[in-house]
């Protein structure tokens, strides 16, 4: 009986040895599975849910004016952002994240129309980019929504640098601005996949972009299960971007834009008559591109841009080609000195000048009467004009245009400069297979028909006439740029820019109310109107004046071009202020106060030694 019982208590033992090795064996080879072959698999796992690699944005380079005084700047920056890919509960699970936003808008009591704005910008950014909720937080908020972040999937409190522009409006066209990248964008620039990270949309913000992004770094955090930090793993510094030197002068930018202003719809450039250095470069209607710096533009702000009638987003400088006017004058008078025509030839104007069957007035409605060279650009007598442009052929009037940069980009920087168009008798007949026409020199040769230049081709233009002839490549960057020296002889050179001093410096030039009375800085310049639609006989006998009662749009373009001081030329700029009227009425003065501001800066420079 008891050999029986010690049998049976020998096959437990046996059996429980079995299941033991067994077990062990089991655990063995899960052990092996976890620790050998997916060793790897688990541990990117684990660093996935226990490490995260945070972004250092850099700060941004600065933006500088030729003094140095700030254009663009950075700004330390607290504020709450969304970002959908982090919605998740406490076990990684995504959720939705209309329902975690909501419940963060109701802590911060956002209202319904700001709830909609960011949704619909969540909507724009997908859920690749964070979304600004609220910006410029304090530090004692700072503090409190990190301790909150568990609790609200989604919210991140950010601690970057923001894009500050001081001058708001004022710098917008040229200085540019930043966004988010786009889909497109960070797909051919991996760097631009990291989030928070701006980029250049336009101006230097866009031509300078890699010099002032600088390079990002990483933070590498352990997070708990609630995403909050409970140990820093170390980092990898960010480098700032570099700051970027430009040409421009603040001073002259801002009197500028100062006078412009008085406007809807204007532009201005002001260039450095020695070097085609930019001074100034002024476009209206601008807008503040401080709304753009937090990333996504909020909707009203973008709809406010967008549906804005008369179109604030081009830069008008490069981008608005305009009929130039009477301020083509001094050229063709160029063309007639070249073609050795007699400058002291006089033309009788009586108001009229008549070509067949059709009569084309002149802007004095009684006439000017005998006129010379020097005269008719003086008092800008358009029947003197009508005479001998006729006489002198549109041919000869394309090869001087051409000469001074009309007709193609100037080579300034930005690609989408227009090249404005100068008409020609072989264009006519290859684009419309017809003759041309002597009414349309008639016409060509005081600005108007086909001809269409841009502000910087006119300012080019200008600098060339004032430094002797040389075609300067205008740009935003102080470096050499490539210049043409056209072969015009200095006496010739030196007559039209003698008709531009009577303009200014004259009694009865057409813009003697813009003298500068400065001495040894006298401006010389040309005034110009651009007629926007066919005149009737009574608004072209009464001149201006007759279009105050207009719609604006139906008014035409005022334009001057000017250069100073008249002795050793240093500046050289122009102005189009669309339906102005008149060019001595509302170009000059913007010219006038920007080259006052030049004279200025100059006396200050003195001073400071």
């Not at 319904?112 to 724009?124: A, K, M, V, Y």
């Not at 003086?378 to 005479?387: A, I, L, N």
């Not at 016409?443 to 841009?454: F, K, M, S």
Request: charged share 20%.
């Amino acid at each position: 009986m008891l050999f029986a019982e010690e049998k049976v208590f020998d096959r437990r033992i046996a059996l429980l040895q079995g299941g033991g090795l067994l077990m062990a064996g089991v655990l063995g080879a899960r052990l092996v599975d976890l620790q050998i072959i997916k060793k790897n698999f688990y541990l990117k796992k684990s660093d996935n849910n226990r490490v995260r690699v945070i972004p250092i944005i850099p700060e941004r380079g600065k933006i500088l004016d030729r003094y140095g005084d700030i254009l663009a700047g950075a700004v330390r920056n607290f504020r709450l952002d969304f970002l959908v890919s982090e919605v998740k509960d406490d076990a990684g699970a995504k959720m939705d994240h209309v329902e975690a936003f909501n419940k963060i808008a109701n802590e911060l009591k956002l209202t319904p129309q700001q709830r909609n704005d960011i949704l619909s910008r969540i909507d724009l950014t997908k859920e690749f980019f964070p979304v600004t909720i609220k910006a410029n937080i304090s530090w004692d908020e700072m503090i409190k929504y990190r301790q909150d972040m568990p609790f609200f999937p989604g919210l991140l409190v950010s601690d970057n640098y923001q894009r500050y522009y001081p001058y708001k409006d004022n710098f917008t066209h040229i200085v540019g601005l930043v966004g988010n990248p786009t889909l497109d964008e960070a797909t051919q620039d991996r760097q631009l996949k990291i989030d928070g990270l701006k980029n250049g949309k336009s101006g230097i913000e866009k031509w300078s972009d890699i010099t002032l992004r600088g390079k990002p770094g990483t933070l590498s955090a352990e997070v708990d299960v609630h995403g909050t930090q409970v140990r820093d793993l170390g980092s990898v510094q960010s480098k700032s971007g570099r700051s970027v030197q430009s040409t421009l002068d603040s001073t002259i930018q801002n009197a500028m834009m100062a006078a412009l202003k008085k406007n809807p719809v204007a532009a201005g450039v002001v260039l450095d008559a020695q070097t085609g250095d930019v001074l100034a470069m002024c476009s209206l209607p601008s807008f503040d591109p401080n709304i753009f710096a937090g990333g996504a533009v909020l909707p009203n702000d973008w709809q406010n841009i967008n549906n804005n009638e008369l179109s604030p987003l081009p830069n008008r400088v490069i981008q608005g080609a305009y009929p130039p006017g009477s301020t083509i004058k001094p050229l063709v008078a160029l063309s007639l000195l070249h073609d050795n025509h007699d400058p002291e030839e006089k033309v009788m104007c009586k108001g009229s000048f008549k070509l067949g069957e059709r009569s084309y007035g002149c802007w004095k409605a009684g006439g000017h009467g005998e006129m010379n060279m020097s005269d008719a650009i003086k008092y800008s007598c358009d029947v003197y004009f009508y005479t001998m442009g006729l006489r002198i052929g549109i041919e000869k009037i394309f090869r001087v245009f051409s000469d001074f940069g009309f007709g193609a980009p100037t080579g300034f920087v930005d690609k989408n400069e227009r090249s404005g168009f100068i008409p020609s008798e072989s264009w006519k007949m290859k684009t419309v297979n017809e003759p041309w026409y002597g009414g349309e020199t008639v016409i060509h040769a005081v600005g108007q028909g086909y001809l269409l230049v841009t502000p910087i081709q006119l300012a080019v233009a200008t600098a060339a006439i004032a430094n002797g002839g040389h075609v300067l490549t205008p740009g935003i960057f102080p470096e050499k740029r490539p210049t043409r020296t056209l072969k015009y002889k200095p006496e010739h050179m030196e007559f039209i820019r003698n008709g531009m001093w009577r303009v200014v410096n004259e009694e009865h030039g057409t813009a003697l109310g813009s003298n500068l009375q400065i001495p040894g800085f006298e401006m010389s310049g040309k005034t110009g109107t651009a007629q926007v639609r066919k005149l009737k006989e009574w608004e072209k006998q009464r001149g201006a004046a007759a279009q105050y009662g207009s719609a604006w749009a139906l008014r035409d373009h005022g334009l001057f071009m000017a250069f100073a001081p008249y002795d050793n030329p240093r500046y050289a700029a122009a102005a189009v202020v669309e339906h102005g009227l008149g060019g001595a009425l509302a170009a000059a003065p913007v010219i006038k106060a920007a080259l006052v501001a030049a004279y200025q800066v100059e006396q200050k420079q003195k001073s400071a030694g």
